[in-house]
C-alpha cells in the first residue's frame, strides 16, 4: 500500500525558513512526480510545487517562486520542500502528492496524498 508521509512542519516567524519532508514507502516512488499542495483555513486547496521523476524539471505556483525549492532524493524515497522568507500567508496545512504524471498536479489530481503538515508562520 503507498504511503506518503510529511513532518518538518511547526510555527515560525515572518522571514524565517522551514522544510518539509515527505517519505515515502509501498511504491517505486523514484519513478514518480512529486508534488506539495496547501490549504490554508476558509480556503481552498491550492498547489504549491511540483518535481518530475528524476527532478529535471520543476514547477511552481507564483506565489512562492524566488522563496521555496522542491527537490528529491530518489534514494531515500523523499522529496523535500524548502521554503524562505516565509510570510503569514503562508500559513497552511501542507500535503504531499505522488502521480506517474506531472501533469496531474497543476490540476490537483494527483493518485497518491499525505496526510499533512502544520505550517503557521506568525506575524
Known amino acids: 500500500q503507498a504511503q506518503l508521509v510529511e513532518s518538518g512542519g511547526g510555527l515560525v516567524q515572518a522571514g524565517g525558513s522551514l522544510r518539509l519532508s515527505c517519505a515515502a514507502s509501498g511504491r517505486t516512488f523514484s519513478t514518480y512526480a512529486m508534488g506539495w499542495f496547501r490549504q490554508a483555513p476558509g480556503k481552498e486547496r491550492e498547489f504549491v510545487a511540483a518535481t518530475t521523476w528524476n527532478g529535471g524539471n520543476t514547477y511552481y505556483a507564483d506565489s512562492v517562486k524566488g522563496r521555496f525549492t522542491i527537490s528529491r532524493d530518489n534514494a531515500k524515497n523523499t522529496v523535500y520542500l524548502q521554503m524562505n522568507s516565509l510570510k503569514p500567508e503562508d500559513t497552511a496545512v501542507y500535503y504531499c502528492?505522488?502521480?506517474?504524471?506531472?501533469?496531474?498536479?497543476?490540476?490537483?489530481?494527483?493518485?497518491?496524498w499525505g496526510q499533512g503538515t502544520q505550517v503557521t508562520v506568525s506575524s
Open positions: 502528492a505522488a502521480d506517474h504524471f506531472v501533469a496531474t498536479m497543476q490540476a490537483q489530481t494527483p493518485a497518491y
